[in-house]
């Protein structure tokens, strides 16, 4: 395992820092057979640095889960496999072999089928197959309003459902984690962090993430009103449409033929965190399936979506 970075931060990140240790030590401590669900992007890279602090020098106890839908992007797949070997961390890959049997996949099939069975369908089987009771994330309050409405500790019901109406009180940073059979547990050791405290916390903490959050030039095409890089050849083109080279890089991460990017040229940390500081549009803006009034972030995660 690689040395954890011991950098200096603000008083407001070390407080966050803290906070977020303390929250994945509970989850340790409470459930029998807790998993970190690793999407490879910047906030479950930080999730996986606090969770290697909160047990360093020893391993981090509990294994990394990726789903894997079938249309990740090449860099992020290449970025986990690698990280997770330095770590010398546990990583269980799943995708919905239902889905892949079906041929499922977004240009086929559409946004909504494909997030539903490769995304909710499948994080639902790799959740029963191992048995976990709680499932650590890095989602965050600030990037969508239905996750605003999500506790620290935000309890599911039999069969990974989501009540919103329904989650306990969190008092001053008192939480409880029982669990009656049956029931799990979603925990977000970031739901106070900001995307700007990530990427400072990332800088101070030279937190490796995957390139695709830096600037670099790209072969992208302009659909849906969105900047699409083609990263295979499985997108054919629609008449007019033809592949640009241009400068550009991704606030978050998904399915490559649903993400959009946009132009930049922050090829540094320092860049991009000085490109957050002038921006006025939200980091989620560029996700497609957000755009969906039917598919819409409450209704996913009410059905088990992360």
Known sequence: MQPVQTQSLSPHLRRLEAE????????????????????????????????????????????????????????MLEF????????????????????????????????????????????KQALDIGGYDAALGGARRDEEKARAKERVFSHRAPGHVWEPRGQRPEL???????????????????????????WDYIAAEQIPVVPLYFAAERPVLRRSGALIMRDDDRMPLNEGEQVEKMWVR??????????GAHESRAQTMEQVLEELRLSRVSERHGRLIDNDQEASMERKKREGYF
């Open 20 to 75: 977020g240790i303390a929250i994945i030590r509970e989850t340790v401590a409470s459930f029998r057979n807790p998993v970190l669900l690793y999407s490879i992007g910047k906030d479950s890279s930080v999730v996986l640095h606090l969770a290697m602090k909160a047990f360093a020098p020893g391993r981090i106890p509990f294994p990394l889960l990726h789903i894997a839908t079938g249309w990740d992007f090449r860099d």
């Open 80 to 123: 986990r496999d690698r990280r997770a070997a330095e770590l010398g961390a546990r990583l269980i890959v799943h995708t919905n072999p239902d889905g892949l049997a079906r041929g499922i996949g977004p240009l086929t099939h559409g946004s909504q089928v494909h997030m539903d069975v490769m995304g909710t369908q499948a994080l």
């Open 172 to 198: 001053w940073g008192l939480y409880n984690t029982r669990i009656a059979p049956g029931e799990t547990m979603r925990v977000f050791p970031l739901s106070n962090w900001t995307e700007f405290d990530v």
């Open 250 to 259: 991704f606030r978050t991460m998904g399915d490559w033929p649903l993400t």
